[in-house]
């Protein structure tokens, strides 16, 4: 390998570098066997995880068949009374209500000229 200084004086001697025996991406027969070692680990991680998802999947749908569904209750729960609770009659202030209720307006029947009760019209 050529140091920067021999780069930078301008040496043109290439011949001193060898080309590399191989494929730049074939590698060693080591690196071929590295490579070959990771991925087969990575298969074998890839079955056991697929083999451990089987087995919960499988004790989850054991464990779901056995259960009793929608389980009721054995014994009938006693209904709880809440006192009616209202700060206001408490407190003693209570909203004045008149004695009788005002009568609501009813609403008159629409005009429908179709019907004949519309009031004639000025000429």
Same mark, same amino acid.
């Given at each position: 390998?050529?140091?920067?200084?021999?780069? /930078?004086?301008?040496?043109?001697?290439?011949?001193?570098?060898?080309?590399?025996?191989?494929?730049? /991406? $074939?590698?060693?027969?080591?690196?071929?066997?590295?490579?070959?070692?990771?991925?087969?680990? $990575? /298969?074998?991680?890839?079955?056991?995880?697929?083999?451990?998802?089987?087995?919960?999947?499988?004790?989850?749908?054991?464990?779901?068949?056995?259960?009793?569904?929608?389980?009721?209750?054995?014994?009938?729960?006693?209904?709880?009374?809440?006192?009616?609770?209202?700060? /206001?009659?408490?407190? $003693?202030?209570?909203?004045?209500?008149?004695?009788?209720?005002?009568?609501?307006?009813?609403?008159?029947?629409?005009?429908?000229?179709?019907? $004949?009760?519309?009031?004639?019209?000025?000429?």
């Amino acid at each position: 390998m050529r140091t920067l200084s021999e780069l /930078l004086a301008g040496d043109e001697d290439e011949t001193t570098e060898t080309a590399p025996a191989t494929a730049p /991406l $074939g590698g060693t027969r080591a690196e071929a066997v590295q490579r070959l070692q990771i991925g087969v680990a $990575g /298969l074998g991680a890839m079955v056991l995880l697929i083999g451990l998802a089987n087995v919960i999947m499988n004790q989850a749908n054991q464990t779901e068949s056995t259960v009793v569904p929608e389980a009721a209750a054995t014994v009938e729960p006693e209904p709880v009374t809440v006192p009616q609770n209202d700060p /206001l009659a408490e407190a $003693g202030v209570v909203p004045d209500l008149p004695a009788e209720p005002t009568p609501t307006p009813t609403q008159e029947p629409a005009i429908v000229p179709e019907q $004949g009760n519309a009031p004639p019209r000025p000429q």
